[in-house]
Structure formats: C-alpha cells, structure tokens
C-alpha cells in the first residue's frame, strides 16, 4: 500500500493513531484525572504548569503553550539545543548529561505551589529523569508522560538508575510503541511516528479536565483566545500585563 494511491493506507494510519488515542482515555482515565487535579490544585493554589521534553517531546511543552484554548500559566522549559537546534545530533548527546537538567530549572524562576509535566517515551536519559527529580526536589507534583511498555523494557541511562515512570508522581501511559514508529510497510521498514500527536492529546486533555474542574470549583480559569476572533487580542492583552514577569518566555 502506498499513500497517495487509494487512500487505504492514510485510513490505516488514520485507524492505529486513533486506536492509541481510544486506548489512553480507556486505559489511563484514572491517571489523566489525577493529572488533572494536580493541575488544577496548583493553578488554584497561584501555581504554573511547567511542561519539559526533550527532542520532538519538547514541542509538546511549546504546543501547550501560549497556545488558543489553552491554560495561560503554563510555563515551557525551553532549550532549543535539546531540541535539535541547531543539531540534532548535539541534543542526542545532551539529553544524557547528567547535570543540565539541573542548570536548566535553576535558570528558571520557580513558583510556589506549581505542578510539573515531563514528558519522555523511553523515560530512560539522564535529562528527564533529572528534571522530574529537580521538580521535585523544589516542591513541585510531578506527572510524567511515557510509553510504559517501552520504558520498562530498556535499562536506565543516568547516573540515578530510575527510568521517568519510577520518580514520577503520577504516570500517564502514552501507549507509544517501541521506538515511536507505529505503521510496518510490508517489506519495508516501521514508520509513522505518533508520539507528538498522542502526547499532545494528553496533555491538552489534561489541562481541559483541570480547566473544567476549576469551573466546578467557582474559579475562572485563564485561557489564551485566539486573537483572530472578536475581543481576542484585547483579553490576552490582560494576561500579557498580569504574567510577563512570571511566564518568561512571552
């Protein structure tokens, strides 16, 4: 099967991210609710949301970001030579220095009561698992998102010998296979890799469920509106003065 022929294959493509996707909210609703609180504990608590990958897992701490729909504190921790700026190869390397996890977060100004998201697939390099720990180490709940049947079968590759799902608070299953490639072409090599959709469904889930519980709780969550709507630019306008200081990257 080719893409771009009948159309089979972009169905079958179609079919496996939605059959992950149907798996997460099955399997993981107890862990996606859980998140969710802490999520909502800290916002109400005047907390962030800190979010961090590495690699393609970075985008996802961006997408969540500053992002329409999305919760306004919420916080990236951004490197871009983690992510593959200007060499991918580089950020191999770095995501298992033990240590820069650590230089990252102190460069960054924590806020009390605040919730972290870290978000591997292997779980297994020095970087995330350092982050989860440091998170921790300054107060913060932390909720790890990784494929579990893939963490679980590679040996620790950090000084700490923990994989992300072991020091976590809360572990959400991405249900990711091996390797992050999910289609086999017959006769052909795995391709397709499904991580970023998958992992950004869970965390804009997550950070909807908290946005609905802060609701049931008679709070008003903030959150960007896009500013090709009526009064959209006008509203963020309002966050922009109250969070510049806070949420660095604005």
């Given amino acids: ?46 907390g962030l949301e800190y979010l961090f990958g590495t690699g393609h897992s970075m985008l996802v701490a961006l997408e969540a970001s500053f992002r329409a729909g999305g919760l306004v504190r919420t916080l990236p921790l951004v490197d871009l030579s983690l992510m593959g700026v200007p060499s991918a190869i580089r950020a191999s390397h770095l995501e298992r220095l ?13 806020v009390p009561n605040s919730v972290g998201v870290v978000v591997s697939n292997s779980g297994k390099n020095s970087v995330p698992v350092e982050m989860a720990l440091e998170m921790r180490a300054r107060g913060m709940r932390v909720v790890g998102v990784t494929s579990l049947e893939y963490s679980r079968a590679l040996a620790p590759e950090n000084p700490y010998g923990k994989r992300l799902f072991e020091v976590v608070d809360v572990v959400i299953d991405n249900k990711v296979p091996a390797g992050d490639a999910a289609y086999e072409i017959p006769g052909g090599p795995r391709v397709f890799p499904v991580s970023t959709v998958v992992n950004s469904f869970i965390v804009h889930a997550v950070n909807s469920l908290a946005a609905e519980l802060l609701v049931a709780r ?16 006008e509203r963020n306008q309002l966050y922009l003065r109250r969070y510049r200081d806070v949420l660095r990257y604005l």
Avoid: C, F, K, Q
């Fill in 1 to 46: 099967m080719a893409v771009g022929g009948s159309g089979a294959t972009a169905s079958r493509l179609s079919e496996l991210v939605a059959g992950i996707i149907s798996r997460v909210v099955a399997e993981e609703a107890e862990s996606l609710e859980r998140a969710a609180e802490m999520v909502a504990d800290a916002i109400a608590s005047g």
């Fill in 98 to 110: 033990p240590g820069y996890a650590r230089a990252l977060i102190e460069s960054a100004t924590v």
């Fill in 218 to 233: 008679g709070y008003e969550p903030e959150v960007w509106t896009s500013v090709n709507v009526p009064g959209g630019r």
